[in-house]
């Protein structure tokens, strides 16, 4: 832990940040770090964990858990607040994705996507809220523009993203009156491991970038970031990474009409090369989540 640090408005507070070794996580750990909160820091690479709770300003644990495991989020829940004496706020951000067609797609990586970016969710929410309670603290569920746009190829992340928003909004509903505020963070394609590996795709990097401007962008994660820092600031029901995402909602309802016309014709054009799509979960984090469960990256199910 860095002693230089500077004053900040979550000074005193305890803050969750699941999925923490890297990308969003990571970088949110430092940024709510560097305005004064505490951190307990969830994943599943140990050493990476150590290494980001070694660059922290302030006090930080961090546990190595699944979010899925509901006797391990509720062990780490415990500990968090045996040590630190209260729970404030709760970022959901761990997650894992995977490309290609549903058909042929491996049916362990198109789960597991589901049960870390949904389920993980809910196993993180409910370890937490008794904490969550007696601070009347924050929850915040990390989403995405996935959430909002139903893309061919990303029925699993798709899925699982419009599931967490789903949840988080049930959530908001059930403990308002318990002084629990429930936010969901939207982010575009951020510059991640998580978007790196996918990009490392041909089929799946083309496809995307052929999406109109500006879902066509990859987006630095440093400005990304700031937002959901303010949003949590200001226990945001809703919180924006990319400006422009804001605007989606009021469009949401014609978008998967337009997606299924213009996918169809993509999917049409990319169909001779469907069979080089990689079905593993993409980026370090997914080999991660897979050396953790013991598993190796599924083969290609169109034989190539």
């Given at each position: 832990?860095r002693?230089?640090?500077?004053?900040?408005r979550?000074d005193?507070?305890?803050?969750?940040v699941?999925?923490?070794?890297?990308?969003?996580g990571?970088?949110?750990?430092?940024?709510?770090?560097?305005?004064?909160?505490k951190?307990?820091?969830?994943?599943?690479?140990a050493?990476?964990?150590?290494?980001?709770a070694?660059?922290?300003h302030?006090?930080?644990?961090?546990?190595?858990?699944?979010?899925?495991?509901?006797?391990?989020?509720?062990?780490?829940?415990?500990?968090?607040v045996?040590?630190?004496?209260?729970?404030?706020i709760?970022?959901?951000n761990?997650?894992?994705?995977?490309?290609?067609?549903?058909?042929g797609?491996d049916?362990?990586?198109?789960?597991?996507?589901?049960?870390?970016?949904?389920?993980?969710?809910?196993?993180?929410a409910?370890?937490?809220?008794?904490?969550?309670?007696?601070?009347?603290?924050?929850?915040?569920q990390?989403?995405?523009?996935?959430?909002?746009t139903?893309?061919?190829?990303?029925?699993?992340?798709?899925?699982?993203?419009?599931?967490?928003?789903?949840f988080?909004?049930?959530?908001?509903?059930?403990?308002?009156?318990?002084?629990?505020?429930?936010?969901?963070?939207?982010?575009?394609?951020?510059?991640?491991?998580?978007?790196?590996?996918?990009?490392?795709?041909?089929?799946?990097?083309?496809?995307?970038?052929?999406?109109?401007?500006?879902?066509n962008r990859?987006?630095?994660?440093?400005?990304?970031?700031?937002?959901?820092?303010?949003?949590?600031?200001?226990?945001?029901?809703h919180?924006?990474?990319?400006?422009?995402?804001?605007?989606?909602q009021?469009?949401?309802?014609?978008?998967?009409?337009?997606?299924?016309?213009?996918?169809?014709?993509?999917?049409?054009?990319?169909?001779?090369?469907?069979?080089?799509v990689?079905?593993?979960l993409?980026?370090?984090?997914?080999?991660?989540?897979e050396?953790?469960?013991?598993?190796?990256?599924?083969e290609n199910?169109?034989?190539?």
């Open positions: 832990m002693n230089d640090a500077p004053a900040g979550l005193g507070r305890v803050a969750v699941t999925g923490a070794a890297r990308g969003v990571e970088l949110l750990a430092r940024k709510l770090s560097a305005r004064g909160a951190l307990v820091l969830v994943g599943l690479e050493d990476e964990l150590k290494a980001v070694g660059r922290l302030t006090e930080c644990g961090h546990w190595y858990a699944d979010v899925t495991d509901d006797a391990a989020m509720a062990r780490v829940a415990e500990e968090a045996e040590r630190f004496g209260k729970v404030d709760v970022v959901a761990a997650g894992v994705a995977t490309g290609g067609p549903v058909d797609s049916p362990g990586a198109w789960r597991r996507v589901i049960e870390v970016n949904l389920i993980g969710s809910a196993v993180t409910r370890a937490f809220l008794p904490a969550l309670r007696r601070s009347r603290g924050y929850f915040l990390i989403a995405s523009l996935a959430a909002i139903p893309a061919p190829m990303m029925s699993a992340y798709c899925a699982s993203k419009s599931g967490a928003e789903a988080a909004h049930c959530l908001r509903a059930e403990v308002a009156h318990q002084g629990v505020g429930v936010g969901v963070g939207y982010l575009s394609w951020t510059d991640t491991d998580m978007v790196r590996g996918a990009d490392r795709d041909d089929v799946l990097r083309e496809l995307r970038q052929r999406l109109p401007w500006p879902a990859t987006y630095p994660p440093g400005p990304a970031v700031d937002r959901l820092v303010a949003g949590i600031e200001r226990r945001s029901p919180v924006y990474a990319q400006w422009w995402l804001r605007g989606t009021a469009v949401r309802g014609w978008i998967p009409g337009v997606i299924a016309t213009a996918g169809a014709r993509e999917m049409r054009r990319l169909a001779p090369r469907l069979a080089g990689g079905y593993g993409v980026g370090a984090g997914g080999a991660a989540d050396a953790a469960r013991g598993g190796a990256r599924p199910r169109h034989g190539a």
